[in-house]
């Protein structure tokens, strides 16, 4: 199946930039290892049929606009440190609660961000995408490189620390901002 095939058509970037988009986040994941990389890969194979299963409910529900929706606002919840949205929406299909594990909270920001950008929420991807000519190459100075995962070196684990507290403190933010449009969509 292509990307063209996979890919639901209410997808809000072009096709060209979630096929980009998704390429990178795998490739991004085997580079660095990085929690925030599974996230988005989880959220890219639930959107192209290769896992079956939403995200953050483990629901079998179809691959929908409305469910992505849920998806990106109880994976934020759990960014941003309040999972008991998540635990709530799980309880519903009887599931377990969430289990919050190290790396949790930056898996489920790899999540949101992901469902959050196709869904036309937010437009800014998760990962800086490079410039790409009209025949798919990538126009010069636009690259984007990955650093290999160097967990024993303190500077890399000084920057991942830094990037991490970062935008996790943005998902706190967006959560606090928009806490009643959350709760509505999840029904209660």
Known sequence: MTWAQATPAWVVPSLVEFKTYGRMAFRLEEITGCWQAVGQC?????LVGLNCTTPMTDSRDPVTVEAAQREAWLALGVAAGYPA??????ARLGLPP?????????WAHGVWRTLSWVVGDRADPPIALPVLAEDGSVCPGTQVY???????????????????????AEACQAWQANHLLAVDLDGN
């Open 42 to 46: 989880a959220a890219v194979c639930w």
């Open 85 to 90: 949205a998540t635990d709530h929406a799980r």
């Open 98 to 106: 969430f289990r919050v594990v190290a790396g949790s909270r930056w």
């Open 146 to 168: 990955a650093m290999p995962r160097q967990p024993d070196a303190a500077w890399w684990r000084a920057c991942e620390a830094k990037r991490e507290r970062r935008e996790l």
